[in-house]
């Protein structure tokens, strides 16, 4: 019976163990969404080349931060010197909607040249309307 309690407090801890969060994967080049000042939560910026490819994509936090990341892998993507697009969109609960250009990689008003010596995307964009 002795040999039994250390056994089974063995296996208990090994079952906590593993029941935490998964790692967290680090992001690449790390940028700020926000509209007259105000922080935006919860939209999807994708990032595009010249040629219309996507790069990259991030999803906007509470504080309207965010990193960049490829699509297929999450794996964190640094951007690279060079001309870039970029698109928004609602990805929260709470729709919100901005004019159809900001969703096209063709006619997008979100433009960046970005640097080496740069190392936040400042993306201010205008106040979305909300969707009900």
């Known amino acids: 019976m002795h040999r039994l309690i250390p056994t089974t407090l063995t296996l208990l801890a090994g079952v906590l163990i593993g029941c935490g969060a998964?790692?967290?994967?680090?992001?690449?080049?790390p940028g700020k969404l926000h509209a007259e000042g105000q922080p935006l939560g919860e939209v999807r910026v994708?990032?595009?080349?010249?040629?219309?490819?996507?790069?990259?994509?991030a999803v906007s936090d509470r504080?309207?931060?965010?990193?960049?990341?490829?699509?297929?892998t999450l794996e964190g993507v640094?951007?690279?010197?060079?001309?870039?697009?970029?698109?928004?969109?609602?990805?929260?609960?709470?729709?919100?909607?901005?004019?159809?250009a900001y969703r096209s990689p063709e006619k997008s008003p979100l433009e960046i040249d970005w640097t080496a010596e740069q190392t936040e995307i400042d993306l201010n964009v205008p106040a979305p309307k909300m969707s009900l």
Not at 23 to 29: D, E, F, K, Q, S
Not at 46 to 57: E, L, N, Y
């Open 78 to 100: 640094h951007l690279p010197p060079g001309s870039y697009r970029l698109t928004i969109e609602s990805a929260g609960e709470f729709p919100m909607i901005w004019p159809k």
């Open 22 to 29: 998964p790692p967290a994967i680090p992001g690449g080049t």
């Open 46 to 57: 994708t990032v595009f080349d010249h040629d219309g490819h996507p790069q990259a994509f």
């Open 63 to 72: 504080q309207g931060n965010f990193q960049l990341r490829k699509e297929a």
